[in-house]
């Protein structure tokens, strides 16, 4: 149950009711938002449902629990001492990933039909890569953030989580103002997809661009510049950003020790850091704006690796380049989605990400379940 942190029953209008679980991140009224930190344990329960939890429950989803999360959604492994690690349903042995592991695991592990999440730096993406589910970070911006944690953040995107395309599209269609179910589903026949070379895994890289093959889209490869600076530049944002929104709380000495670490250090982003990566931000942006003139999508590895083990993870192997290729689009805030595709030689499904142009989390999802289609095949 480290998924969850609570079960709940809240919304639905029948046994047919789909079942959602919510990100430890997000406001429900009369329960505590403690981002699964023991530093906001005492927090006073939220009087208020976040907008996108009121919009669920008016358009009869059934909300099944809270879930469980990287403490203050500030880490990638996943892994949480003080309410429990979340167990990777696709490796028991292997990290989650973060920092929305539990709304991944909940998942895949058939708690719910669909699940919540956050991505600041690929905390949507990389759950669902490492557990072998779908997960949409959409346009920054295109679902709202009222009533999430922290409140201010020029990266964040509230999204989810799912098995199939058909309920990430309907949970979409809940959130989103405006999202077109039709052409997200409609599966984008012609559609044309750019195969960005990038540094993953042999395996992984053949196993995506197989799965763009067998789905019969047009496709060409290319270079995008500016990944690794974009890479740098996010971590930027964010360590100013969480240490604005959660630094205060190293004073009270109930953060796990691996995260006060990291607050500590992000206290120390200067504001020339944070120009550079803004300077950073515009030119990457417009790299891959550049890209997609000509292209509808763009697709690569959504992870360069698989999960690290538990056993790794508590060793001290690092997993900062785990998001080498999902938080560059937090930067430039471009819709992204990670689908699972099998990989020859091994039982572990790796992630396969779909990038769009700002505004058309529908093509993206189209491209998506056309693929989802062809696997399935």
């Known amino acids: ?49 976040a907008e996108v939890v009121e919009r669920l429950i008016g358009r009869g989803w059934k909300i099944v629990g809270k879930a469980n999360m990287h403490e203050l ?67 920054f911006g295109r679902v709202s953030r009222i009533g999430v944690a922290p409140a201010q953040s020029t990266l964040d995107c509230v999204g989810p989580f799912a098995r199939d395309m058909r309920t990430i599209a309907l949970a979409m269609s809940a959130i989103s103002e405006g999202f077109n179910v039709l052409v997200a589903q409609n599966g984008a026949p012609a559609a044309r997809v750019g195969i960005v070379r990038a540094d993953a895994r042999r395996d992984i890289s053949e196993a995506v661009e197989a799965a763009v093959r067998k789905a019969e889209l047009a496709m060409t490869s290319l270079e995008l510049a500016g990944l690794a600076d974009a890479f740098t530049a996010g971590l930027s944002i964010i360590n100013r950003e969480t240490s604005r929104a959660f630094g205060h709380l190293v004073e ?16 120390n982003t200067s504001d020339e850091d944070v120009a550079r990566a803004e300077q950073v931000r515009r030119r990457f942006t417009q790299n891959v704006d550049e890209a997609l003139k000509d292209l509808d999508v763009l697709v690569m590895p959504t992870l360069p690796d698989f999960p690290i083990t538990l056993e790794q993870a508590r060793n ?62």
Do not use: W
């Not at 009369?30 to 449902?49: E, F, K, N």
């Not at 796990?256 to 206290?267: F, H, I, N, T, Y």
């Open 73 to 139: 959604a500030f880490g990638m492994t996943g892994m949480n001492e003080y309410t429990g690690t979340p167990v990777n349903p696709q490796d028991a042995s292997r990290i989650p990933g973060g920092s929305s592991s539990g709304s991944a695991v909940a998942v895949g592990a058939g708690m719910a039909d669909a699940a919540l999440g956050t991505d600041t730096g690929g905390s949507i993406r990389g759950p669902a890569a490492c557990c072998g589910v779908i997960g949409l970070k959409p346009t």
């Open 252 to 267: 009270t000495g109930h953060l796990q020790p691996d995260l006060e670490a990291r607050l500590r250090a992000a206290a």
């Open 1 to 49: 149950m480290s998924a969850l942190l609570q079960q709940l029953s809240i919304g639905g209008n029948g046994p047919a009711s789909p079942t959602i679980v919510i990100k430890d991140s997000i406001d429900i009224a009369g329960y505590r938002t403690s981002g699964a930190s023991r530093a906001l344990a005492d927090v006073a329960p939220a009087q208020h449902h």
């Open 316 to 377: 001290g192997t690092s997993v900062i380049a785990m998001s080498s290729l999902i938080r560059p689009f937090n930067l430039s805030g471009h819709p992204a989605l990670s689908l699972p595709v099998a990989v020859p030689g091994t039982t572990l499904k790796a992630g396969l990400q779909i990038v769009g142009r700002h505004g058309a989390d529908e093509l993206v999802c189209a491209v998506a379940s056309r693929i989802e289609a062809a696997l399935a095949a």
